[in-house]
């Protein structure tokens, strides 16, 4: 069935790197712009990335803009999320969502406007 799994996620240090990713399964990717959103606990969901896989185009909020990177591969129908430098602000469980049409924006805000979601990873970044 459609479905969608994060991993990667887990306890780093300050200014260490994570690797999340995002394995569809029942659909594919390359139709769908994907999402990676976060939320911390007391805070508001956050839009982290969005990438639509078709023609590879990004986009980031402004707190991880030069630390985090989204990639796709096609052929195994996944999504990266690559972070590095990491701080503690960035502790939070990590979901990634797709959706059949684009990435939406509002200002540098991405919108978690998506039909599909996982079930999130957790991200703890602490000493």
């Known amino acids: 069935q459609v479905q969608l799994v994060e991993s990667g996620g887990g306890l780093v240090q300050p200014g260490g790197s994570l690797r999340l990713s995002c394995a569809a399964s029942?659909?594919?990717?390359?139709?769908?712009?994907v999402g990676w959103f976060r939320q911390a606990p007391g805070k508001e969901r956050e839009g982290v990335s969005c990438?639509?896989?078709?023609?590879?185009?990004?986009y980031y909020s402004d707190s991880v803009k030069g630390r985090f990177t989204v990639s796709k591969d096609i052929a195994k129908n996944t999504v990266y999320l690559q972070m590095n430098n990491l701080k503690p602000e960035d502790t939070a469980v990590y979901y990634c969502?797709?959706?059949?049409?684009?990435?939406?924006?509002?200002?540098?805000?991405?919108?978690?406007?998506?039909?599909?979601w996982g079930k999130g990873t957790p991200v703890t970044v602490s000493s």
């Open positions: 029942g659909f594919t990717l390359n139709d769908y712009a």
């Open positions: 969502a797709a959706d059949p049409s684009t990435c939406v924006r509002i200002g540098t805000n991405i919108m978690a406007i998506m039909d599909y």
């Open positions: 990438i639509t896989v078709s023609d590879g185009t990004t």
